[in-house]
């Protein structure tokens, strides 16, 4: 059984449950696959939430051609 956390949306969940099922993700990888319509600014608005409440890690990783990419995961 879930508790009830009073700031915690029905998208945090979703975001959540995505991480876990599929490893580290782009917001937009978040935001396309798992729920089409959500935009990919609303996914990285809400995984900062969070991240600052210590449930998911922000990760940089470098692209090719230098181009640096976010990545969430869920904290250990």
Excluded at 4 to 11: A, D, K, N, S, T
Excluded at 44 to 58: G, P
Excluded at 64 to 76: N, Q
Aim: negative net charge.
């Amino acid at each position: 059984m879930r508790s009830f956390v009073p700031w915690i949306r029905q998208l945090d969940e979703r975001i959540l449950e995505r991480l876990a099922e599929d490893g580290d993700s782009t917001a937009w990888e978040i935001a396309f696959e798992a729920f089409g319509r959500v935009s990919q600014d609303r996914v990285t608005e809400r995984c900062k939430v969070l991240a600052d409440a210590e449930l998911v890690e922000r990760h940089e990783r470098e692209r090719v051609g230098g181009r640096i990419e976010i990545e969430w995961s869920i904290t250990t």
